[in-house]
């Protein structure tokens, strides 16, 4: 059983920044592979970033936030991090973490479809 709740999340003009935080707790083996992704309204999901934890990381991020976002992890608070820097309007959605045990094959794989899920948090980027 794993759980994941998320924060951070705000209103901010365009060029601004936000960190989002994910306190992940539970089954530690079952979350290898934890990331974020976004929805906005009249939408689909998107995969924003994702990190692979087995002693090391590994990042893999969408092309539409490479060099504006960056995901990290502290294992000592088991919390997942969104760095959003040079917001735009564009990035304005709901904001969820997610994380399961899935290696790192499927970890960097657009079909990765984890079970466990926050319940989200929403930004929104004014112009």
């Known amino acids: 059983q794993v759980q994941l709740v998320e924060s951070g999340g705000g209103s901010v003009q365009a060029g601004g920044s936000l960190r989002l935080s994910c306190a992940i707790s539970?089954?530690?083996?079952?979350?290898?592979?934890m990331g974020w992704f976004r929805q906005a309204p009249g939408k689909e999901r998107e995969g924003v970033a994702r990190i692979y934890y087995y002693g090391g990381y590994s990042t893999f991020y969408a092309d539409s936030v490479k060099g504006r976002f960056t995901i990290s992890h502290d294992n000592a608070k088991n919390t997942l991090y969104l760095q959003m820097d040079s917001l735009t309007p564009e990035d304005t959605a709901m904001y969820y973490c997610?994380?399961?045990?899935?290696?790192?094959?499927?970890?960097?794989?657009?079909?990765?479809?984890?079970?466990?899920w926050g319940q989200g948090t929403q930004v929104t980027v004014s112009s």
């Open positions: 539970g089954d530690r083996y079952s979350t290898y592979c």
């Open positions: 997610a994380a399961d045990s899935s290696g790192l094959r499927r970890c960097s794989s657009a079909s990765w479809s984890p079970p466990n």
